[in-house]
Structures are given as C-alpha cells and as structure tokens.
C-alpha cells in the first residue's frame, strides 16, 4: 500500500473550496416549497426565462423547516457568535514587516535593566489621554426595549470611530510604523461590564501582578471612577504566587501611593492551592485545588467590610443638614454577614442549607374537581354557616403582596449586596470566584474569553458575587504586551517572542548555544535563529519539507510564559527600585520557581479553603486545552505516519510506566518519554497482557 502524502492545513482548505465549487457548479436548482406556488404563476405570466426562473429560499425560510434538533443547534450557534469578542485583523504588509525584523535584527545583548521596568507612558502617552472605556448612555423606564438599544449602538459608534481616528492620528505622528493595539469590538460584551457595573455596590477590579498596568490602564481606571452612583473600588492583584514577594509588595505599595488614603484598598491573592502527594497519587504534574490562604481572605474581607461602612456613611453634604440627614437613606443592605464567609466551613453550612431550602416546597391543598362536594366544615376558618373566614395572618399577605418593590425601605428594598468582579481577559477572575467559595462552581482556564456572560453566585444570603466576562480595554500597548500578558489568545508569535527576547536573556532561559562553541565572541542571536534552535532540541519539525516549525515553538515558550515556568515580571516605576532585592536581568527573575502553597502548610495555618478537593487545574481546563491547539494551530502539521509513530511509541512507554487509565492531565505539547522506566514489580500494579 502506497503511503499516504501528507497535506498542510493550507492544502486541505483549499481542496475543500474546489470541491464545494465543483459541487455547487454541478446542482440543480429546486425551488423552495414556499415559492413553488408563487415561481409557477410567475412563470405562466411571463414569458422570458429569465423572469420566469425563481430565486432561492431566504435564511429565514429555510430556518422555518429545518429540524428541531438542527434549528437548537443553529440558535446555539448563534448565541455563542453574538457573545464572541470581536479584534481588527493585522494587515499584510505589517505581518511581512515582522517576519523580516525576526529574521534579520540581531537582539541587543547585554539586556538593558532600565527595560524591566514598567512606566505608564509606555502603555498610554499623554497625546492619548482621552481613550476611555464607552460609559451606558441614560435611559428611563417609558423607553421600550428597541430604544434602549438602538440609543446604544448609536453611542458606541460614535466611540469607536473617535478611538479609532484618536489610535490612528498618534500613529501616523511617530516616525516608525507602531503595533496595533487592539481592543474590544463587540457591543455585547461591553453590556455585560454595564450590568455588572449597574447592579454592583462594590467593585473588584483584578489584575496580574506580573504585568499590572496593562490590566489597570488609564481607560479602565476613568471609567470606574465616573460611575454614577460612586461605586467603592478594590484593587485586587491577582497570581502573587508566580513572582517573589518582595515584587508583589512592592507593585502593593507602588498602587497604595498613587491611589492615597481615600482611593481604592489593595488587596494581594492567590487563588489556587498545590495539593499534597501520596502514595495513590498518580502522575507527576502537580495538582492544584482552588483555594484561598488566611492572609488573604482575611485581607479582602477587611477591604469588603471598609468599602460597605463608606457606603453607609452620609456624604459630608448631606451630614451638615439635620433635614437631609434625618431622609437620608443608604442605597445597599445595611445588616451584611461577613463573618459566615471568613470560614470554609460556614460557606459549606450556608451553602447546604440555602439547597434544602430551594428543594423543600410546601404542599398545596388538592383543589376540589368540578361537580365535586367539598365539606365547609373541615376547612380551617369555616365559620357557622359553613363559609370560610380569612384569618388576620392571610389578611396580612395580601395586604404585603400589595406594596410595590419601589415602595420599599430599608434592607427590605436591599435584600444583599452585590460584589463585582471585572478585569481584562485571563486574569483569573473564575479563579478567584472558585476561591472564594472553596470549590468548583464556575468554569475557569487560560484561554483568554473563556467566561461569555454574567454570573452570579451567593456567598451567603446577603452577599452576591457577579463574575463579568474580560474584555480588552483601549490602550496603546500593543499587540505584542497584549499576548504576552495573556489578554489575547497566542498568535504571531514572532514579534511577541521578539519582543520578549529584547526584555530577557531567552537563550541563557531555553539553554540554546550556537554550533560555533569555540568561538570568543559573544554569540549573536536574531528571533528565527533562537526560535529554529528550539524548535530543533523540542523535536518540532513540519511535515513535507521537514524543516523546524518556528510557530510550534513560539507558542511553546509562550505557554510557558503565562503558566510562569519561565519566572518573569515587571518592576514598578518608583524610587527604591526593587531591583537590589532580587535577581532580575531584565524581566527575567533568576532562582525562583513559581509554586503554591502545598497541603501541608494550609493545615498548618487553618485557615485554607478548599480543603478535601481532589480536581486538578489541568481537568477543570480539558476542553480549553482542546481550544488552545485549535487556536495555536501552526501552518504545517506533521504527517500522518509520523504522528502514528509517536503514538505508538509513547503507548508502548504507557502500558510499561502506568496503570490503565493513569496520568491524563499532562499537557500534550509538554509529554516528554523517559529513556529509562523503572517497574516495581512489588506494587502488583503492572497490567495483564
């Protein structure tokens, strides 16, 4: 049998195209059942074929016929569409400006300290102090629907045209041609930062302590703070536990001296905890459970319960008038519960009791069936003659069912307060959620837009917490921060790997080394060459022309990047730089590996949440996983018989090394075969054959 020639995505494509082409060239056209009344008079009333042909059926048309299981299957579809963020395309000239730098510019060596420092105007020059996040424009109550809409999209318009023309002015003024920055375009996904921004009391604003200001920047930052009515902001730095601490204090007081004493608290926070292995445990990937340490839960609950003390507190306007004072009422729930959720075990307790709840219901009484007589007498408050009087209780249900929501007061009209958690993409809002409660509850990965609309769950009865999908804010970053930090999915990873390669020693990280080794000049690198030397020790190769594959093996480095197996971390822009503290050549942090806190420690300090857990991280994430190769698909993938190969290789290591239905949580791109396995034959645990 012939072996089977292998094909690029490329190729494929295109041979679909020809074939649906040759396909649609070849059909008869059938008219539609709707119009084979309406096309046969049209063609016994005309006389000129070309009158007398028919169009084809409409989309609404055929929508109206398909099958039950096909129109829920297009509805599906077209929900997921309307909620997907939407980016400008780069254009081809620059994609070819960027391949030619990669393989051409020799990367500056040594690396610059002054580049690990992160400044503002870096991010957002002064010439593009008017970006902003687009605000909800003001509506009332006897505006339908439509015209609260339309009204909408009318606004957001006009703020798109006037960031673009203010995005593109600024760049044609600087002499090089700048990254494009993008943003979101999508006016559903900004309506769902409007509701969280509505409905909310207090605000969480997350972001990445290894890169805060491109996820608080200046945009955002505007936005929060001309809410109308003020909201109370909390300034969460997320992921401490991938840098050293003496950087995430330092980014903490970098933020505490700009806000000062009457802005937004600084909170620092982990979000996922390393469990502890035993002897069942099997794998070597650790796992990881979501979970929050005692410092920092008590510490957000301190910010929680400063924010809802401010919100009770008269503004100093209306305290100097006894009058206003005297009708002054709160717009939040005056009596909160935070102890109840500053344990795990009173979170379960609540959590249990609020589910018996919602499955008790009460028995009505059966209604008598027409014609049927029913004894007055056995009824309660049957009365002398037989008719049923209401007793004082029931009268006072109907007379409560009467009173309308806007007439309520007090913490009636505040049944709980509601915390907003809002932020770019991947920075681990899901994950603080999930945190928070100690368990799984809503689906967390680090594939940028994994959340696609609100959600909200009680902490207790009287705190609800609102997760808002990330979307990109407005800025001047540029494509290449943007991925590095994770906000956009991996793509063109050759400008990014450039750019990070010019901020920290990559080859020094990776353990490349030119073929030159006796030579006493310093090894010159450019992008290409340092991308093709590891695609070469990782064994990524393409299909037809065997060469190295440089998109497989960007996009290694960069997972390795965001999960911060490559340590790295930007320094804030303040005197007293941090750098003395640690050792950093440039954004690199040298001698430390980002690790959670384990099992043991937790009990230690009882204080974790999340205790008893056995998920991992890398399960919760399966499908986004499956999304990630989906997206970081390179243009050339590896022949068929090549792939069965390894397969066969790695299945035969498999039966060796492991029980049937072992390890499954390890990254597909990261499974190396050990040379040697080892096989205890007094576990009893090897297979049958």
């Known amino acids: 049998m012939a072996r089977k020639k292998p094909t690029s995505g490329k190729a494929r494509k295109q041979q679909l195209i020809t074939k649906r082409a040759n396909k649609a060239a070849k059909a008869v056209p059938t ?347 056995d009824e309660e408050g049957a009365g002398v003659d037989g008719k049923t009087e209401l007793k004082d209780d029931e009268g006072e249900k109907e007379e409560q069912e009467e009173v309308k929501p806007w007439e309520l007061k007090g913490d009636a009209a505040h049944p709980f307060i509601t915390v907003g958690l809002i932020g770019q993409p991947n920075v681990g809002k899901s994950s603080l959620l999930n945190a928070l409660l100690g368990r799984k509850v809503v689906r967390a990965s680090r594939t940028p837009g994994k959340t696609k609309t609100l959600q909200t769950i009680f902490w207790n009865d009287t705190v609800r917490l609102c997760d808002c999908p990330g979307l990109v804010c407005p800025s001047f970053a540029g494509m290449e921060r943007q991925v590095l930090s994770g906000i956009l999915p991996i793509q063109n990873v050759e400008p990014v790997i450039f750019f990070v390669a010019e901020r920290m020693p990559l080859e020094n990280v990776l353990k490349l080394k030119k073929d030159d080794e006796f030579s006493l000049e310093e090894a010159k690198w450019t992008t290409d060459e340092m991308l093709s030397d590891y695609a070469e020790a990782q064994g990524f190769f393409t299909a037809k022309a065997g060469r190295p594959d440089l998109y497989r093996g960007g996009a290694h480095i960069l997972r390795q990047l965001h999960s911060s197996a490559i340590p790295w971390g930007f320094r804030p822009p303040f005197k007293g730089d941090v750098a003395n503290e640690g050792r950093q050549e440039g954004i690199w942090i040298k001698d430390f590996v980002a690790r959670a806190s384990t099992e043991s420690e937790d009990k230690r300090q009882n204080g974790m949440v999340g205790e008893g857990e056995t998920a991992s991280e890398e399960e919760s994430e399966d499908e986004s996983e499956e999304e990630e190769e989906d997206e970081d698909e390179s243009e050339t993938e590896e022949s068929d018989a090549e792939a069965g190969a390894i397969g066969a290789i790695k299945s035969a290591f498999a039966a060796l090394a492991v029980e049937e239905g072992g390890d499954e949580d390890e990254d597909e791109d990261e499974v190396e075969v050990e040379d040697e396995v080892e096989v205890e034959d007094e576990e009893g645990n090897s297979e049958e054959e």
């Open 31 to 377: 008219l539609h059942p709707l119009d084979a009344a309406e096309a046969a008079a049209r063609a016994s009333s005309s006389a000129h074929p070309l009158l007398a042909a028919s169009s084809r059926p409409s989309a609404i048309q055929r929508r109206l016929h398909l099958d039950p299981n096909e129109q829920a299957r297009e509805s599906r579809k077209d929900a997921s569409m309307k909620m997907e963020s939407r980016f400008l395309r780069l254009p081809l000239e620059l994609l070819q400006h960027h391949r030619l730098v990669s393989a051409e510019q020799v990367l500056r060596r040594p690396v610059e300290d002054s580049l690990g420092v992160l400044r503002v105007q870096e991010l957002q020059p002064k010439e593009l102090e008017g970006l902003t996040c687009p605000s909800r424009p003001k509506w009332h109550y006897t505006q339908t629907k439509k015209e609260v809409e339309k009204n909408e999209e009318g606004v957001f318009l006009k703020w798109m045209k006037k960031t673009d023309a203010l995005l593109a002015e600024f760049a044609a003024s600087l002499p090089h041609t700048p990254a494009p920055t993008f943003y979101e375009r999508n006016l559903q996904v900004w309506r769902q930062l409007w509701r969280v921004s509505e409905v909310s009391s207090i605000l969480l604003v997350l972001i990445d302590v290894r890169f805060p200001l491109i996820h608080y920047p200046p945009a955002l930052q505007a936005y929060v703070t001309s809410l109308r009515p003020k909201k109370k902001v909390i300034l969460v730095l997320t992921k401490t536990d991938l840098v050293p601490p003496f950087l995430a204090e330092a980014w903490k007081k970098w933020f505490e001296e700009r806000e000062g004493p009457d802005g937004a608290s600084v909170v620092l926070m982990e979000s996922y905890r390393e469990s502890e292995r035993t002897v069942l445990t099997q794998g070597t990937q650790p796992r990881f459970v979501p979970a929050a340490p005692t410092s920092s839960r008590q510490a957000l609950l301190t910010a929680l319960k400063k924010a809802h003390t401010e919100l009770l507190t008269p503004p100093p306007v209306v305290a100097a008038d006894p009058v206003k004072l005297a009708r002054w009422e709160p717009r939040v729930r005056r009596a909160v519960d935070w102890d109840s959720v500053a344990e795990v075990q009173e979170v379960e307790k609540e959590r249990k009791v609020r589910r018996n709840k919602e499955k008790y219901v009460p028995k009505r009484k059966r209604r008598a069936a027409v014609g049927e007589e029913v004894d007055s007498s």
